[in-house]
């Protein structure tokens, strides 16, 4: 028998859920629907949901973790990302780039001036 591992988007996949027309799906069972692609030649090996949690949003994040939560409960495997903070300041960013790029050109003129 071959072994089958599934990766699955579950951030994507959980929050696509609240568009009404897949409400239906909010509750579905991955390890079910993950044997509905395998043959009978096959096995699940594993199935890996990987997914963040939105801490922006507690009402959400909270219905969130009770989903992941009954997944868990059916053998699923969470693999948990994080989301990146975003640069505020994007003067602070550009002004940086652009002071480091005087630097560098300094830097230079010197060591050609030095020779």
């Given at each position: ?16 859920f609240v568009n009404k027309r897949f409400n239906k799906y909010k509750w579905i ?87």
């Amino acid at each position: 028998m071959e072994k089958v591992i599934f990766f699955i988007d579950g951030f994507n996949l959980y929050h696509s859920f609240v568009n009404k027309r897949f409400n239906k799906y909010k509750w579905i069972d991955l390890s079910e629907l993950a044997k509905n692609f395998i043959t009978k030649k096959e096995h699940i090996e594993e199935i890996y949901y990987f997914t963040a949690l939105t801490p922006w949003s507690p009402d959400k994040m909270n219905r969130h973790k009770i989903f992941v939560k009954a997944q868990e409960l059916k053998g699923i495997k969470i693999v948990y990302g994080e989301f990146r903070k975003k640069i505020e300041d994007a003067d602070y960013v550009k002004k940086h780039i652009q002071h480091s790029k005087k630097k560098e050109l300094m830097l230079t003129s010197q060591f050609i001036y030095s020779n």
